[in-house]
């Protein structure tokens, strides 16, 4: 049985979980092909819990950590409401295809509830065929204002 929990930044079993589920989604293709950095690994979770407006839920197979998403509240001025982005979804090879990864959402869709957020945002690598079939079944869809405009497209400028 999946259980589902709201990390707790202070919690050393929820902290060792989300780096290291966070560790292993890193080191997969989808996710980069490697390693967290040891920085990363040690400032990790007092950077997360520095920051109010990041929230992250684990999802445990008895006492393995299974599953993990991070999501980070923004703010739409167009619906002066809310937002949460669902930044890091991470289910572990062994327990893909059970159905956890709509359990850490709809977790995570209540939460967005809870803060009054008017959406949820995400990112996808294109090639990631089996995350868009299931983050398109739970109801995303490419972002767009005017369809002859074209569908948002996510870029990047990485600062030093």
């Known amino acids: 049985m999946i259980e589902l929990i709201r990390a707790r930044y202070d919690d050393p079993a929820h902290a060792s979980a989300l780096?290291?589920?966070l560790d292993a989604y890193a080191r997969d293709p989808a996710g980069g092909g490697?390693?967290?950095?040891?920085?990363?690994?040690?400032?990790?979770?007092?950077?997360?819990?520095?920051?109010p407006c990041i929230f992250s839920v684990l999802a445990f197979d008895g006492a393995t950590a299974v599953g993990l998403v991070n999501a980070i509240e923004g703010f739409s001025?167009?619906?002066?409401?809310?937002?949460?982005n669902v930044h890091d979804v991470v289910v572990m090879p062994s327990h893909r295809g059970q159905g956890i990864a709509a359990q850490l959402?709809?977790?995570?869709?209540?939460?967005?509830?809870?803060?009054?957020?008017?959406?949820?945002?995400?990112?996808?690598l294109s090639g990631n065929r089996a995350a868009r079939t299931l983050y398109e079944k739970l109801g995303f869809d490419d972002?767009?204002?005017?369809?002859?405009?074209?569908?948002?497209q996510f870029m990047q400028k990485w600062l030093d």
């Open 19 to 21: 780096v290291e589920l």
């Open 34 to 51: 490697e390693p967290l950095s040891e920085f990363s690994r040690v400032n990790l979770i007092d950077e997360l819990a520095a920051r």
């Open 77 to 84: 001025t167009f619906a002066c409401r809310p937002l949460v």
């Open 105 to 124: 959402f709809a977790e995570v869709e209540a939460i967005a509830r809870e803060r009054g957020a008017c959406k949820l945002t995400l990112e996808v």
């Open 143 to 152: 972002y767009r204002l005017d369809p002859g405009m074209g569908h948002a």
